[in-house]
């Protein structure tokens, strides 16, 4: 038991850390609105304070509220993005000083709780997962905050591994069924459960996302011009967007380039693409003769062990993500190269499914069977429906912590400030004419 609670004390510690690096700046670039798609800063800052009071020392220890005239501010269903500048929030010293008291009663809980207790807040530390999860993806929004901003970022260009073009261009997931979704991993969210079978004829899956030079080779024919390629939802956005490329490129007629936290770059064609939207994902898989994976397809290709016969934690097995397995952890700013990690490979071989980033999916984001919310509705229930796509598989500024085979992440179509990007997939019609045959 010590142990878990130390292991939960250093997460606690590790991603304070984080929120306090990304807000380490003057107080005006904090308090000031990027981009109406994000929050102010220091909104983020102390929205993840309340957060943690609201659930760990009020819900799970009985704790008299400490400051509950900000509850209302700070309630993300409340008040939309956009019209967050006009709120009352606390300021930056204020928020710091809120946060910190927070954090201390929160250890204090931690040392008195009964992780083996019978309220499922407690269990295995549910609660301490719950607030840990929450901050880090907080976090990664605060880094599509300062990248939207334009201004000098925490670029961090750490030390990857080089990439490599060894290897097939697509691997194949035989038919048969597999165990989706949950019902041991403890800091699970509620969308990700309950486990139940799956039943999927044979496909076939990219063993890498879509690269940069891949999708600059459908930018240069003309991919955004040609109608053909868009659904009729994603022609009308490209209309109205006049999006004629990812978010952040350029092009001088020559070479391609992009804006990466403040700075102008040659864009590296061996990184995965990153900043599309839904719309230019499927976009380029019709292009491509593709379509994008069912999140079935997605899961079961990342993590599903056909010889066990169990769902592994991560792709490459159950043990924690390391530098040579998987981009994760804000390590370095950017993707890393395409091949990086053979190491890190799922059962059927694809690899790069966890770290670099977030991949849509062709799904809407959907209640599995037997769902229901736990601790409150307003993290899974009311999002589900055909308004959200699914993505899967975390970025490289995604938490270790709040990244596994069956994680779900999701988002409107539109959205391609978030570190997102894809693979594709086609059917075996082979596989797939013989299971309507059986039907």
């Given at each position: 038991?010590?142990?878990?609670?130390?292991?939960?004390?250093?997460?606690?510690?590790?991603?304070?850390?984080?929120?306090?690096?990304?807000?380490?700046?003057?107080?005006?670039?904090?308090?000031?609105?990027?981009?109406?798609?994000?929050?102010?800063?220091?909104?983020?800052?102390?929205?993840?304070?309340?957060?943690?009071?609201?659930?760990?020392l009020r819900e799970a220890a009985g704790i008299e509220?400490?400051?509950?005239?900000?509850?209302?501010?700070?309630?993300?269903?409340?008040?939309?993005?956009?019209?967050?500048?006009?709120?009352?929030?606390?300021?930056?010293?204020?928020?710091?000083?809120?946060?910190?008291?927070?954090?201390?009663?929160?250890?204090?809980?931690?040392?008195?709780?009964?992780?083996?207790?019978?309220?499922?807040?407690?269990?295995?530390?549910?609660?301490?997962?719950?607030?840990?999860?929450?901050?880090?993806?907080?976090?990664?929004?605060?880094?599509?905050?300062?990248?939207?901003?334009?201004?000098?970022?925490?670029?961090?260009?750490?030390?990857?591994?080089?990439?490599?073009?060894?290897?097939?261009?697509?691997?194949?997931?035989?038919?048969?069924?597999?165990?989706?979704?949950?019902?041991?991993?403890?800091?699970?969210?509620?969308?990700?459960?309950?486990?139940?079978?799956?039943?999927?004829?044979?496909?076939?899956?990219?063993?890498?996302?879509?690269?940069?030079?891949?999708?600059?080779?459908?930018?240069?024919?003309?991919?955004?011009?040609?109608?053909?390629?868009?659904?009729?939802?994603?022609?009308?956005?490209?209309?109205?967007?006049?999006?004629?490329?990812?978010?952040?490129?350029?092009?001088?007629?020559?070479?391609?380039?992009?804006?990466?936290?403040?700075?102008?770059?040659?864009?590296?064609?061996?990184?995965?693409?990153?900043?599309?939207?839904?719309?230019?994902?499927?976009?380029?898989?019709?292009?491509?003769?593709?379509?994008?994976?069912?999140?079935?397809?997605?899961?079961?290709?990342?993590?599903?062990?056909?010889?066990?016969?169990?769902?592994?934690?991560?792709?490459?097995?159950?043990?924690?993500?390391?530098?040579?397995?998987?981009?994760?952890?804000?390590?370095?700013?950017?993707?890393?190269?395409?091949?990086?990690?053979?190491?890190?490979?799922?059962?059927?071989?694809?690899?790069?499914?966890?770290?670099?980033?977030?991949?849509?999916?062709?799904?809407?984001?959907?209640?599995?069977?037997?769902?229901?919310?736990?601790?409150?509705?307003?993290?899974?229930?009311?999002?589900?429906?055909?308004?959200?796509?699914?993505l899967r598989g975390g970025s490289w500024a995604a938490?270790?912590?709040?990244?596994?085979?069956?994680?779900?992440?999701?988002?409107?179509?539109?959205?391609?400030?978030?570190?997102?990007?894809?693979?594709?997939?086609?059917?075996?019609?082979?596989?797939?004419?013989?299971?309507?045959?059986?039907?």
């Amino acid at each position: 038991m010590n142990d878990i609670k130390e292991r939960i004390a250093a997460e606690l510690i590790a991603v304070r850390d984080r929120s306090l690096a990304y807000t380490d700046a003057d107080d005006e670039m904090l308090v000031r609105q990027h981009s109406p798609l994000m929050s102010p800063l220091v909104w983020d800052l102390a929205h993840v304070g309340n957060y943690e009071e609201l659930w760990v020392l009020r819900e799970a220890a009985g704790i008299e509220p400490v400051r509950p005239e900000i509850d209302d501010i700070y309630d993300a269903f409340k008040t939309p993005r956009k019209d967050r500048p006009g709120l009352p929030f606390l300021g930056p010293s204020e928020a710091r000083r809120y946060i910190e008291g927070v954090r201390g009663r929160v250890l204090d809980v931690l040392d008195a709780i009964d992780l083996d207790g019978a309220a499922p807040l407690h269990r295995d530390g549910f609660v301490f997962g719950l607030v840990i999860q929450h901050e880090h993806q907080h976090d990664e929004t605060m880094l599509a905050t300062l990248q939207l901003s334009g201004l000098p970022g925490l670029v961090r260009d750490g030390e990857l591994p080089p990439g490599r073009d060894a290897g097939p261009e697509e691997v194949y997931v035989p038919a048969g069924p597999f165990l989706m979704g949950t019902d041991t991993l403890p800091w699970a969210y509620d969308n990700e459960r309950p486990a139940h079978q799956v039943d999927l004829p044979g496909y076939w899956i990219d063993r890498l996302p879509v690269g940069n030079r891949a999708y600059a080779a459908f930018v240069e024919d003309g991919g955004y011009d040609a109608e053909r390629w868009w659904s009729p939802e994603g022609w009308q956005w490209r209309q109205r967007s006049g999006a004629t490329t990812p978010l952040f490129w350029q092009s001088d007629g020559r070479s391609w380039w992009r804006t990466r936290f403040g700075r102008t770059e040659p864009l590296p064609m061996d990184e995965p693409v990153q900043h599309v939207s839904w719309y230019e994902a499927d976009a380029y898989a019709r292009w491509a003769g593709k379509r994008l994976p069912t999140e079935p397809e997605w899961e079961k290709a990342c993590g599903w062990d056909p010889e066990l016969r169990r769902a592994r934690r991560y792709p490459w097995g159950d043990a924690d993500p390391g530098p040579s397995l998987a981009n994760l952890g804000h390590r370095s700013a950017r993707p890393a190269p395409l091949g990086a990690y053979p190491g890190g490979a799922s059962p059927y071989g694809a690899e790069q499914m966890v770290g670099d980033v977030w991949e849509w999916t062709g799904s809407w984001f959907q209640p599995y069977p037997g769902f229901r919310s736990f601790p409150y509705k307003e993290y899974s229930e009311v999002f589900f429906g055909q308004e959200y796509r699914v993505l899967r598989g975390g970025s490289w500024a995604a938490d270790p912590a709040a990244v596994r085979t069956t994680f779900r992440n999701w988002d409107y179509p539109i959205r391609r400030q978030i570190f997102t990007g894809f693979r594709c997939a086609r059917s075996d019609e082979a596989s797939t004419r013989r299971d309507r045959r059986l039907v």
